[in-house]
């Protein structure tokens, strides 16, 4: 009988992830990380996060392992993974969705002072300004990362009544959008662009890529809205351009440090928006949905969608 081994949510969950998989997969066997009458050699499938460096690679009959969220840094942090069998990033429809609807919130957002009217309402303080707002039609949003996320994220502002701009490592074409790609064209990406996506992947390439230097580039005064990975935002950076002028206002999702520590200035910053990295969270029946769409293609000896390539670090 074919195996999957679960390491996702608290060992009281497993009970709903069995009942998952009795629906999406009939006949899988599912077991819990830590279910003592599983054997590693036994295991056909992980789904996990976080694992114990070491264990996936006791596990030598894998056929693959797929991640339970979109990243798979928390996986090949361990230096004994096993790279022969094949590494799938979670996709969930609802989990897209999600992340649309939440960056094109965080784009309106920032066309006004919204976090300094969520201040003055905590103070009772009745306060209009009186400075008219900018609108989507004359505001221009990068996208940077047109992946699977990043592309209907980009669509997804465009149908918001935003001019919707992209970038990516290598040539995309997405309907609505202007593309641009590889370091020779970043810099023409960036002059204008008024809000800008961190939407890519975490690799050594785009560790520290959101700087003082690359925000310095934007059409100023700019935002940013961070929802890639927190280890590509160097957050000092931003408070300082925040404090210069050369940004307006920043909503955040990711840090460099989860959960973000207390003593950081970004929660009390007048002009940034935290919010706990929620901007797409799979519902379990969406991730066994997905996972079992896995399994049967690689049963029927396919590849599956949103393989993680080494080489390209995602």
């Not at 998989?21 to 599983?38: C, Q, T």
């Not at 103070?123 to 992946?147: F, I, K, P, Y």
Request: hydrophobic share 40%.
């Amino acid at each position: 009988m074919t195996c999957l081994i679960i390491k996702s949510g608290s060992a009281e969950v497993m009970g709903e992830w069995k009942a998952l998989f009795a629906k999406y997969a009939p006949g899988l066997r599912v077991a819990g990380w830590n279910d003592p009458d599983i054997r590693p050699e036994e295991v056909d499938f992980a789904l996990v996060w976080e694992p114990d460096p070491g264990r996936l690679a006791q596990m030598t009959n894998l056929r693959a392992i797929i991640s339970s969220g979109a990243g798979v840094d928390h996986i090949t942090a361990d230096p004994s993974w096993p790279r022969h069998v094949p590494l799938v990033r979670m996709g969930t429809d609802d989990a897209t969705v999600q992340m649309g609807d939440y960056v094109t919130w965080a784009a309106f957002s920032l066309l006004r002072p919204t976090r300094q009217w969520f201040l003055h309402q905590q103070r009772h303080e009745w306060h209009n300004d009186g400075q008219s707002a900018r609108t989507s039609t004359e505001t221009c949003v990068g996208v940077m990362g047109l992946g699977n996320l990043g592309t209907h994220v980009a669509q997804r502002l465009v149908r918001a009544g935003f001019a919707v701009r992209g970038w990516s490592r290598s040539p995309k074409d997405v309907a609505g959008v202007e593309c641009f790609h590889g370091d020779g064209q970043r810099r023409e990406f960036l002059g204008q662009t008024d809000i800008l996506v961190s939407l890519l992947p975490a690799t050594g390439e785009t560790r520290g890529l959101i700087n003082r230097e690359l925000l310095s580039c934007l059409r100023a005064p700019a935002a940013l809205i961070s929802v890639g990975r927190g280890t590509q935002v160097v957050e000092e950076d931003v408070l300082d351009c925040l404090d210069r002028g050369i940004l307006s206002g920043a909503v955040m999702d990711v840090f460099a440090v989860e959960p973000l520590p207390a003593s950081s200035p970004l929660w009390a910053h007048p002009r940034v928006i935290v919010t706990p990295h929620v901007a797409a969270e799979a519902s379990r029946a969406a991730r066994a949905r997905y996972t079992a769409d896995v399994i049967a293609s690689v049963m029927k000896g396919d590849a599956p969608k949103l393989l993680y390539l080494p080489e390209r670090g995602y």
